[in-house]
């Protein structure tokens, strides 16, 4: 596996993850206006729910990849790919943080 196809892969994927992430926080910004104000009982088992949903497509995204690359073996193009991934998810990250600091 070629580092091209390597930096395609995570970039990708970091794609998926970050779109995932806007459109979750996109539910949660109009969740008052879908659902309404109150609080019930059932609000906070949602919540946990949709956590626990989230943590595990981010998992998938994230670490799914590079773990059944590394159990078959392309141990040093799994650790690539992780590192790569997590260099995109940082740049991701500034960037949103510039976009709210420039927003206010």
């Known amino acids: 596996m070629n580092k091209k196809s390597i930096l395609r892969y995570a970039l990708l994927e970091v794609l998926a993850a970050v779109l ?8 949660f910004s109009q969740a008052e206006k879908i659902f309404g104000p109150e609080d019930t009982m059932l609000s906070p088992v949602v919540f946990l729910l949709l956590l626990v949903f989230s943590v595990s497509i981010m998992g998938m995204t994230i670490f799914g990849r590079s773990i059944m690359w590394y159990l078959d073996g392309q141990k040093k193009e799994a650790v690539k790919l992780l590192f790569y991934k997590l260099a995109y998810l940082f740049v991701f990250m500034v960037l949103a943080m510039i976009a709210l600091a420039i927003s206010r």
């Open 20 to 27: 995932y992430v806007l459109f979750i926080s996109v539910f």
